[in-house]
Structures are given as structure tokens and as C-alpha cells.
């Protein structure tokens, strides 16, 4: 049996080489989607964990607070605890290093005395220097390569207006602790750090080892307790699973995109496979006919197609990762924009996501030729022998498969409107139910159009028409079509409305001409503090009519961590600052600004369940409290929730003294650059940004074009899947038609004819694609604006239909679908009249 | 005038994997005038085939000069020659070889589709042909509904549509019983000369060879002409 | 909670840091280098400021061993130390505006030896020198030194000046004893060493200033298991202070406190090479009416008569010795009241060393007073970082 295996396997690979090598890229492609994607969601928080693991090394708990800082009264609590064996405070914060190219670093401050193991060595000799030496910093290697930097050289960095300098007293190299540690570690004694920083009195978070034997959830509870409520006690485990919960939504939709190009990757498999196999047809029946069974038939196609699983995987390995890279920019950007994370160092290939792509690919290959295999195998001998009636029984089915795609669909719409509603991923659940839909609608759909198709004359109508006869053969790359477009329209769609919303909003709402703030607040943001002299020199400028003075922090409502925005609320001509969808927006300005209410982001309104005439739980260093919620504003710019407070209320609330952020609005007249150049010109050396109105817009929508660029590329593979399912498909018509193809040429139809009609089949099916895709993609983009982004993010999108980009996509789809056609064409036109064989047409 | 169909010593020999070359015809050569019925008889392996799909520009000689309407097809290309097939050959096969996703109508008109022939022109004498061999009322009818009496005629109807002056026919009862099958015949014959077109038919059945004008043998590969 | 909640023993795993190694390799470097002050022959005393901590030095302890018996029913006897040190890694602290700003490190080490039972707790704490965990007061205010306890245990080892001696609070809940003693000073301040300067070797700053009491009053509560047991007895203070006083060669040292039951009063010690032999041999008699004798190398000597092994560390200490001071009349042997008085901190490969009461028999085998008795930089790798 091996021997026939082997042999043939030979045999056909020479005869069929166009096809194998499309059918194994179509594999590659699928994994290649699945494994750039896990790629890139595994490696997000890489740099993150890197640098906990690089700071935090043994410790089995760490002490964070509710408020942003915690007293350092607490790691004398915490050692007192029984069941601790040591207890060590940190400082952590990012701050911009000086001079250009927009560098932050991650600094830290530790204990360099505690007695425990810190996953880097500071040299007996040095613990003095790290001690006393002002600006002693410890620093990675590679950054110190980078920057050329030897063992004493200075550098200087800002946090918020504060300009420290440091100088490199050692180099470590933190990867080998941990292999995705970030680069920008730059660690000091926790005495020096809190004297850089101003943090006199207060720490970030007290790190905890345990006693062999004591266990972690009782000594935290313990802990907890002994601390009070604005505490959290929080494993290495839990601290990790809060940073994966503020990429949960992005991860989880870039997962959900990559699964989609995975299905239109399966349905190119499974179109492969029919091509490889439809052309044995009489081989495997001769081989039954002599006696092989039909365990070995099947076992013999199983093991061809897993030998082109396998080389498809060893070929999509190395493209996914090329994928990945080729995409860290952007999706690192993300993190660090976005979610304040450390972007991505390196990327790492974790054995389970290499297991996955290997998973993938062989069983994707085997799932989609499954059907096509056991049909084969199954048949018996004469039928074999005789012509494939897949079509038919397809096409029998095609009307019970349509009426299960609407039930399924109508099934999950009741479902959702129900029960479905309140578990988040639901919104998932029916666009999933969507994409079985689509497909299962296809055959049915290309039947009846096709059907009906008055097709006069030998050309490219006729060869629309012809799709509706191997409803096999074709509903599958019409259906894979079909999902590509749905997801591109859908994509398309959401986004284009999601921008043009979030253009809506930045006109109502940014209507400052120069905001002002330090270089390291786009990673610090609430420890990035403005220097008073500045502010208030500021405020006295000439030209400048008011000014918004904001500080941020972050806050924790209830277990919720929200972002907390004390500004001046009632700053007269500022209404325009807050679009509220619930309240009256004087009413509300009114209130907060008499420090009475707080205003909240609609995100957090929407997750959190809360509206107009609640009361918001707040942690403060005090104690918790609540305060009145007077509106509900738009809130595109925190994803996780937001609140609003009077900046009087949020200083005397939450002891914090300092602005983040001002925002000044000119007399009508004045030059918002001359203004900043002015600025520029009395603070040379503060470390402060500026940005005009216009370029604030701008930087607000290039983020979010970077956020999703992704998505591009998946869409790309997703539509290079589909068009290569064409080239597969019409390849495969064109064998399982020879004789018809035979009968044409015996008839006289020139090689032109036959290459019009070919040509015709392949933007037909395009076409096909698109009417299925379109409407499809409408309800993709609907689900994906109106439920996945309520449940997971809580915005409001506007829809909008951006119908030019469509058209022109469309337009695109159609001459790439022309152009996958073209060889199939050719090879079938050229399918001689001799092979009129004895098959039914 | 020029015969209709002419061989001139015509060979078709094909290659084979490690052995001896297949000789498929043998210097073989006639002509066919117009209007003339000519049966070919020969067991299975003859060349019968070999010698329509010459006839019909399918295919070219490995020696020797095949002509319809005295055009060397030896001289053309092969869109040349498909251009010939489709203007002046009407093919009749032993399995009708229908599209069954067509309707009888449509598989009727399909060669002036190809032709680029306008439906105007075409269709009323498709709607003739079918009806004069008795399936007027079944224009519409899908094909699989038909016996394989019924869609031979089609297949006639087929061939006959542009008015070809040569028609082929490989075993056009090949597939029918008797009834139905001297009943093609006689609408082949018939009809066929009614336009004055040359029939070649192969046959394995003496009795509807002798239908026709003249009848020849092929024997491996070597015509035999009384 | 489940299995992997635990936090498994951890066995030989990496060196501490910084504390010992640092203080180590440190003070190892030449003597009096980095700005610290060094002792000086010319050291001008005064008590009782004297007893409180000293800015500038690298090293400085308070160190006090004795002798307790309880007097409920079922008296217990029991031998006690209590120590605090000062390690400096910087002659100041830093001016940074943080709390955290240090310039080095304080350390407590307590025992507990219950002689009817030969059971022995050590405890140690260590503490960056920060006002939140531990500090040293300045003359006159009572609390002389005062370090966060051991983790897991609440509040910190305190020690005052109570106008006439000193209170020691130490506590440590993981080895479950407390104890909270105050002590009245019934011999005056011995100067162990010309004007109290101690030479160690022969390098400027190989010394110390160095003073003892050599009797004081003690009572107080010590709480063994949970069970409060009220102690009265008598106990020792010695006081040194000092940059980096020990050679490249020396490894350790042996040193007795041995009060005598006719009233004198006997330190000796011996600091000793790689080879074992003891280099710097110096002591003190003190008379019963306070006059101070300071003993030469020659007066005295020790000859060690059997040994023992610790089966915790491995390191092997002499057990029983035989001292003779001809000059004085003495011919005495010295006992361990019980073996395993070994010190050893629950952190691994932190420096351990043996310190124990210890019984002194006269020729006759009768019994002529109690003490302790000190033995460092025995076992592998274990030179005290002074």
C-alpha cells in the first residue's frame, strides 16, 4: 500500500504542481493569519511581565493601591504580618529621556538593602555608590549600547517638569531574568528615586516574599485587612491578568479577525482538496475495483492531504512571523498610545502558539478535505467510475441549508435579544452566526440566480450561469468570497464610522488653541506633574483669554480602575468641552463645578450600569466615598471608563496638588504658534510639550489609524485567500468539465470564447461574492458597532457608510478576481476536443 | 467543385511510453461529394474515431492532406480550424453529449452562441429543427427529462443548426435500441439531405449501414473502399 | 487553598545580597578608607553620652549577654543575648528628600538558652537605617537605638537609658519568645584597653573604642511558647565601636566574659589567623573593688579541651577550656552550660557564629562563676564582616 502511496504521490505532484503549490499557500496563508495574530497578542505583554519580573523577582505578592501612591508606612505593616519573611518598597514611573527621539524609560526605585534576591546583582563595591552617589541608576546593557553610554556617563531624563540627572553606575543585562524584559529598565535606590521624583513620603507599591510554607491567598487576605480598603494584595498571577483585562478587547478582536481569515483559509482547503482529488476520480476506482478498501482509500487521500498540511504549516510558520513583525510597529504603538503599556521588545514564539499553527494548519487541511475524502472513499466502486454527483446532492440541499443559515441566524437574533444580551462575548456569538449564514445560504443563492440568468450567447454571462451547475465546486469559494467581503465591508464600515464619529466629537471637543503638558506624559500621565512657576506664568500670558487647567489620575471605582480628571469645569465659554448623551450639560456644569457631582465618560457608564441620579463609588487616601453623577458625556479617549471632577474637589479629595495638563484658549487674534513659541522662549529647559489644536486632532486620529492597522492586514490575507480560492476553484471546473469543455471546442468555439467564458465564471463568482459579502458586511459592521463595541468598549458609533472606499474596493476585488482567472482560463481553453469522453455534461 | 470532405494518404500515428508507435489510420483517402451518405463500418479499435476527429479538424495527420470544401486543414491553425469546424461541421456523438444544466431549447442554439450568432436569427430555426423532428412542444424542457431517443434528435437538431456542409455522426445509435435508433437515422439522413450536406457515419450495425450511399470498412487502421 | 499556594522551602538558593557580602567585601577594604572615623588612642570619654550611638564609624554594637532565673515554682534558668549593631556603608547619609536616604544598616540579634532544657532560639532582624524601621537616638533622649523586628513579628527591639542601665525589648513571633528586661549598672565602665582603644592588628585603624559593664542588675519578663516567666539575674554589657578592624589574615575570634563568683570579673580574647593560631591575644581582670587590670598576651592563655560539631552547620568549636592566669591565682575551666548555642539566622549563608552561657569550674572541679562565651569565623567561609 505504501508503495502505491509513494508512487502516486509522485506521480500526481509532477502532473499537478500548479495546484499543489496553490493549495499548500493556501494553507500557509491560513496559518499564517491564526499565527501572526497569537504572535502578536502573546507578545504584547511580554515587555510588561518582562519588567515586573525584572523589578519584582521573588516577590510573591505585591501591595498596590487604590489611590495612585501608597504611604510607605505600609512596608512596615507588611513585614509585621505574619507569615511574611520580607517586605521591600517600589517606585516605578516612566519618564522621557532628554534630547530627540521621543525615548521614555521605565524607572524604578527599590531597596537595594532588602534582604532578598533581586534578578540582578548590584556588586558589593557598588551598594555604596547605589546608596550615595547622586544619580547612581542601574541600566540595561542594550540601552547603554544604543545610547553609547559607558559606566559613568550622565544622562538626563523629566518627570513632568522635573529634570533629574542620572548617571550609568552598572549594566545589567535584565533578559537574562527575563527574556522579554523591556530595555528601558533604569533601576535606583528607592531613596534616590523619591528624591528625583518628589515623592517624599510615598511609594507605588510594597513588594512581598512569603515564608516557605505560608500561602499566598491567606497572608494576602491578612494583608489586605491589615491595610484598609484603599489596599490591593495581588499575586504575580493577578497582576498579569489585570494587564491582559485592559488588552482583553483588543486582543480578543484581533483574535476574532484572524479566525475569520482561518475560515476563508479552511474553505481554500477545501476547494484544494476537491481539486487534487476530482482529477483521481478513475485512478481511485480502479484501485477499488481491485480490491482496495475503502479504510485504505481514505487513508491514503488522508495521508496526502496531511502531507500538504504539513508543508503548507512549515511554509505559513515563517510568513506568520514575518507578518507579525512586519506589524509590531503598529500594534506596539497601540500599547504604548493607547494603554501605557511598554511596547513590544521582541516577539516571542511560544511553543503552545507554534503547537497551535501546526494544530491549524494539518487539521485545517484535514477538516476541509474530510468531506471531499470520505465522498470518495465512501462511494462505491461503478459510481466512482462514473460521473460526480456531488452538485446534485448539493444542490438538493442547497434550499434545507439556506432555511438552516436564516434559522440559525433568526435563532441567535431571539437569543440575543433575550438572554444573550448581558454575557459580553454575545455580540461575537451572532456575528459567528452571521459568518455560518453566509455560506449556508450560498448554494442556494447561486442556484436561483444563476438559474435565473438569461444567458444568451457564448461569453461571459454564460459562464455566470455555468456557476450554478457545480454547486459542489463553486458554492465553496463564492462562500469564502462571500465571508472575505462581509468581513472587509464590515471592517470598512466600522471603522470608517467609528473615525468619522470620532472626528464629530474632536470638532465639538477640542476647541483649545494650545494644550500644554510635560514630555513624559504620554507614558506617565498622572505622575507627570507641571511645574507651578510654569502654570501660573501660563495663565498670566498675553493672549491668552482663559485656560483649562486639568490634573489626571487614576481611580478606582469599586473594583473598576477608571481614569479621574479633575479640571476647571466651569470654565466660562467651555460647555463645548463636554457632549453629554444623559443630563443637562449647564445643569451638570453647574453642579460639578461647585464640587456637588461628578460627571462620567459613557463607557463607564454603559459597563458599569450607571447614569444621571447615581452616586459613583470612589477609593480616595481617605476612605471610599460616593458622589452624584450630574452627566454622561462621550468619552473616546478612555476605553476603560472616566470620570470628571472639579479640579477644587479632586485636590482636596485625593491630596494631590499639581496640574498634568493646560489647556489655553486665545483672544480671538492671537497666533496660537506665537504664543507657543513665546512659551518655548521664557521655559528653555523645562521639558514641556506643546501642541497646536490642529496638530492635537491630528495625533488623535493618526493613533487611531495606527490602531487599526491591523486590521489591514488581515483584511489583505483574508481577500488574497479568497482570490486564490478563485484561481483554485476555476481550476478545478475546468477538470471537472473537461468534457464539456471538449464539447465546446468540438463545436467550434475559439480559445478566446472559451478563455471570455472562464474569465466570466471568475468575476461572476467575485460578483456573487460581493452581493453575498455586501449585505453581510452591513450586518458585520452593525453587530461589530452595535454590540461587540457596547459590551467591550461602551463608545457610540455613528454609522456611516463611506460608499466611495466600497465602490473602490469593490472595483479592486473585480480586477483581482479577473486576473485570478486568467490561468485557469488559459489552461481551459485550451482543453482539446479529443477529451469528449463518454461522462454526462 | 470541391468535395466536401477529402483524405489524401492521410496517417495519424501516436506515440507511446516505451514501445512501438500506435498507427491509428494507414494511408487512408477518399472523398466525399456533396449530398452523399457515407457509412463507416469497423470494430472498436478501427480508427473510426480516430478518422471523425480527423474529418472534423479535431485533430491533424501525422501524414497526409485532410480538406474540407478543399481547404487544406493541414494549412491552418488551430483557431483556423476550429473557426472551419464551427461554420461548416455538424458533430452527432454516440452520446449526445447534451448539457443537462441547458434547456433543449438552449442546447439547441448553443453553436450559434458560439458562432456570435444573434438569438433573433438563430432561434426561430431551432424552434423549426425541433420541431420537425417532433419536439416542437419541449423547447423548454430541461434535458434530463428526455429519453435518449429524444435527446439524440436534439443532438441532431444541434448539429444542423448553422446549416453545416459536412456532417459527422460517431455512433449516433450506438446508445439507442432499435426503434429509436433507425428512427435518428432516418431523421439524420433525411434532414441532412435536405440541405444537401455530406454525411459520415460510423456505425458497428450492417443493417443502418446500408442506409447509406456507400459503405466502407476500416479495418486497423486501413480504409477499404468498394 | 491549594497546593500551589504554598511557597515551597527554598534550599540553597541565591546568595543573599547586599547586608552581609556588601558589609563584608566592604569593610574588608583597607582599614579607615571612604571617610569614616577611626578609633584613636586619644579618645575623649564621657558617660553616660557615651552610650549612645556614634555618627561616622562603620561599625558599632551594644551587646548584652547573662543570666536569668525565674522565680516561679519550677524556676528555670536561662541565659540570654541581646544585641543591636550599627553598619554604616556610608560615613553620612546622603541628603536626599526621601525617608528612605540611609547611610547603612542596624541589626538585632536575641537568644534565648534555656540551660534546664539545652534549648536554644536565635532571632535576628535587619534593617535599612530609615526612621520608619530602625534608628538611634541622640544624648539625652532615653531610646538609644530602636530596630523594626523580624518579619512576620509586629514592632520593633528597643533599647533605653533608664538613668541607671538600660531596657532591652526584643521580640520575635516566628521563634515565639519575647523578652523585656531593664538593667541597673553595679560596676562602673570598665575601658577595655588603654583609654578604651582595642588593637586588633597593626594596621591605623584596626581597632576599637571598646568598654564593657561587666555587672549589671537585671529583671524583667521573658515569654517562651506563650508562657510569660518573670526572670531576675545578672548580665554584661560590652560597647565597641570602629572602622574595619579585622586583617586580611584574621578570621575570627574567641572571646570570654566570665563573672566569677569572688567577685572578679574576667574578659579575654583572641582574635585568630587562617591557621588557627591566635595573633592579637588581649583581656581584663576586673578587682572586686573596680580597679582594672589590663592583661597582656603573656599573662594569660587558653588551651581548648575538646570540641564539638554542629550538625546544623558543620563547623567544629572548641568546647571546654582550661584558662590560667598565673599571676591572678587562676587555673579555671570553662564549660558550656549545654552544645547548641550556635547562632544561625534563618536567612542561608548569612555569617553564624557560637554564643553561649557557659559555667566556669575552679581546679577542684567546683563550681566559680558564670559567663559567655563568644566563637566567630568557625566553618567554612564564615569571617565576620567587621
Known sequence: MIRVFLRGLAAHFRAGRTLLILSVLGVALGVASVLSVQILNGSALGAFEGGLRAVSGEADLTILGKVPTVPDAWVREAMSERGVAAAWPVVRTPVKLEGPGGVFLDLAGVDVLAPVWFPWDVPPGEVAAALGAPGWAAVSEKLARERGWAVGDVFDVS?????????????????????????????LDIAQAQDALGLEGAVHQVDVKLSPGASRAEVGERLARRLGPAAQVLTPEQRRSQAAGLLSAFRLNLTALSLISLLVGAFLVHTTTQAALVRRRAELGLLRSLGTTRRQVLAILVAEVALLGVLGTLLGIPIGYWAAAANVEAVSATLSNLYLLEGIGSLGLEPWVLALAVAVGLGGAVAGALLPALELSRRDTRALLAPFSLHERVGKAAPRLAVAGCAILAGTGVWYAGLGRGWRPAGFVVALSLLIALPAMTPWLLRTLCGRLRARGFGLAYGVKALGVKLGTTSFAVAALGIAVAMLVGITVMVGSFRRTLEVWIDATIRADVYVTTESW??????????????SALLRLPGVRSADRLRRTRAFSGERRIALVGRDVGMPGGEGRFVLIEGDRADAIRRVAAGEAAMIGEPLARKAGLGVGDRLPLTAPGGNFEIPIAGVYLDYAEEHGSAVLDLSALESRFGLAGLTNVDLYLEPGASPERIMDSIRGRFPDAPLELLSNRRLREEILEIFDQTFAVTRLLQGMALLIAVAGITLTLLVLARERVSELALYRALGASRR??????????????????????????????????????AYFGWTI???WPVAALARQAAVLLAAAAAASLYPAIRASRTPATELRRDDL | MDPVLEFRSVSKRYEQEGGEDLVALREVSFSVPEGRAIAITGRSGSGKSTLLHLAAGIDVPTAGKVAILGRDLSRLDEGERTRVRRDSVGLVF????????????????????????????????????????GLGSRASSPVPKLSGGEMQRVAICRALLRKPRLLLADEPTGNLDDENGRRVMDILLRLGGEEGSALVYVTHSPDLASLADETWRLGSGVLDRP | MTTCDRIPPRRGSRARRATWI??????????????????????????????????????????????????????????FQFTIFRIGILPARPPFRSEWATSGVAMGHAAVSDL?????????????????????????DPEIARVQGPAGTDGAWTLRWNGDGFDLEARDDAERFRMSLSTRAERPVVLQGPNGLSRKGDAPGAASQYYSVTRLATRGTVVLDGREIPVAGESWMDREFGSSELSEEQVGWDWFALRLDDGRDLMLYALRDRGGEAGVRNGSLVRPGGEVRLLEASDWSVRPLSTWTSGVTGATYPAKWRIEIPSEGLALVVVPDFSEQENVARTPRAPFYWEGSVSVLDGAGGRAGRGYVELTGYGERNRPPV
Open chain 1, 753 to 790: 470564447r472559451i478563455l471570455r467564458v472562464f474569465l466570466g465564471e471568475g468575476v461572476g463568482m467575485a460578483g456573487l461574492g460581493i452581493l453575498l459579502g455586501v449585505p453581510g458586511g452591513v450586518a458585520l459592521a452593525m453587530i461589530l458597532i452595535r454590540l461587540v463595541n457596547r
Open chain 3, 22 to 79: 556588601a558589609l563584608g567585601l566592604v569593610a574588608g577594604a583597607a582599614a579607615g578608607a571612604g571617610g569614616f572615623r577611626i578609633a584613636v588612642p586619644d579618645y575623649a570619654w564621657s558617660f553616660p553620652r557615651d552610650h549612645w550611638a556614634h555618627e561616622g564609624y562603620r561599625t558599632e554594637w551594644w551587646y548584652f549577654t547573662g543570666h536569668l532565673d525565674s522565680k516561679e515554682p519550677g524556676a528555670r534558668s536561662l541565659g
Open chain 1, 522 to 535: 504620554r507614558r506617565a500621565r498622572e505622575t507627570a506633574v507641571l511645574d507651578p512657576a510654569v502654570v
Open chain 1, 159 to 187: 518627570s513632568g517638569s522635573r529634570r533629574v540627572r542620572l548617571r550609568v553606575g552598572l549594566l545589567v543585562d535584565f533578559r537574562k531574568v527575563s527574556p522579554l524584559a523591556g530595555d528601558r529598565l533604569v533601576v
Open chain 1, 798 to 800: 455613528v454609522p456611516s
Open chain 3, 116 to 140: 534546664d532544657r539545652g534549648e536554644h532560639r536565635f532571632s535576628e532582624t535587619v534593617r535599612r537605617e530609615v526612621p520608619l524601621l530602625a534608628s538611634f537616638g541622640l544624648h539625652p
Open chain 2, 94 to 133: 454516440q452520446f449526445f453529449h447534451l448539457l443537462s444544466h441547458l434547456s433543449v431549447l438552449d442546447n439547441v442554439m448553443l453553436p450559434a452562441w458560439i458562432a456570435g450568432e444573434r438569438d433573433r436569427d438563430a432561434e426561430p430555426r431551432a424552434r423549426e429543427l425541433l420541431a420537425r423532428v
